[in-house]
Structures are given as structure tokens and as C-alpha cells.
């Protein structure tokens, strides 16, 4: 039987920034704030997605947040370790940029 994973309620507002196109990131940032009326959106990536991540929370609050007081309250910074598909342990960068309604 699975072990079920119980939903941190963070992830409710939590974007993961992947491989589809850049705009549905933004959208789904403004989403947060405008449609689900979050008062915080933490944007998540790791590897390669991180400078995404910057970008989209970029664009995000400078273009089309501007009237809703979006800031950028905290950036952290950290690395996972995993086994890749050669059996080696790996480091891989994360970024956790959390917004805010101020």
C-alpha cells in the first residue's frame, strides 16, 4: 500500500518552475494573488530552472502585479542530494523566492 503524503498547505501557493512555457509560470504567479487572493507565493526551482525562477518572479511583480504592492520578501537558497541514473549521489541547487502582498 502507498504511504500517503499529507499536503504542506505552503504548497497551495507554491509555484514550481519546469520546463513548459515561461508565461504559464508568470500566470500562475498573478493567479495566486488575483483570482485565490494569497497574500504570499513562493516560487520554487532547482538546476537549471533557477534563473527561470528570478525571471518569472521578475516579470511577475514589475509587470503585472505593479498596482498590487508585490515585493519580494525572502530568497532562500539551498542543495538537495540524489542518486542520478548512474547510481552517483548528485547536488543540485534549489531556490525558494517567496512574494508578498505588501
Known amino acids: 500500500m502507498a504511504e500517503k503524503r499529507t499536503r504542506d498547505p505552503r504548497d497551495e501557493n507554491t509555484?514550481?518552475?519546469g520546463?513548459?512555457?515561461f508565461m504559464n509560470y508568470?500566470?500562475?504567479v498573478v493567479m495566486q494573488f488575483t483570482t485565490?487572493?494569497?497574500k504570499e507565493v513562493i516560487i520554487r526551482a532547482r538546476g537549471k530552472f533557477i534563473a527561470r525562477a528570478v525571471d518569472v518572479a521578475e516579470v511577475a511583480t514589475k509587470?503585472?502585479?505593479k498596482e498590487q504592492n508585490i515585493e519580494v520578501k525572502d530568497i532562500k537558497i539551498n542543495s538537495e542530494e540524489f542518486e542520478?541514473?548512474?547510481g552517483r549521489k548528485v547536488n543540485v541547487?534549489?531556490?525558494d523566492i517567496t512574494l508578498?502582498?505588501?
Open 93 to 95: 541547487s534549489t531556490i
Open 19 to 21: 520546463g513548459k512555457p
Open 84 to 86: 542520478n541514473k548512474e
Open 36 to 38: 485565490k487572493g494569497a
Open 26 to 28: 508568470v500566470t500562475g
Open 63 to 65: 509587470r503585472f502585479l
Open 15 to 17: 509555484v514550481f518552475i
Open 100 to 102: 508578498t502582498k505588501k
